[in-house]
């Protein structure tokens, strides 16, 4: 294994992860123009009710 492998799997993983994000973010813009909001990537807002065992 060369030890420039690692700084090409290192370039590619980063690539990959900006394209992941801005796919999510297209998709939310999409649904969001196409009123659609509940089918997006967000995170789920915290729920105000208690819950006990």
């Known amino acids: 294994m ?3 492998d690692n700084l090409i ?3 590619s ?4 992860k900006q394209a992941q ?3 999510r973010a297209m998709w939310d813009m999409y649904t969001l123009q196409a ?5 997006t990537t967000a995170q789920p ?4 009710e208690t819950r006990h065992a």
């Not at 993983?13 to 990959?16: D, P, S, T, V, W």
């Not at 807002?45 to 105000?48: I, L, N, V």
């Open 2 to 4: 060369n030890p420039t």
């Open 9 to 11: 799997d290192f370039a």
């Open 13 to 16: 993983y980063r690539k990959r």
């Open 21 to 23: 994000q801005r796919a």
């Open 35 to 39: 009123g659609l909001r509940t089918f």
């Open 45 to 48: 807002t915290a729920s105000t």
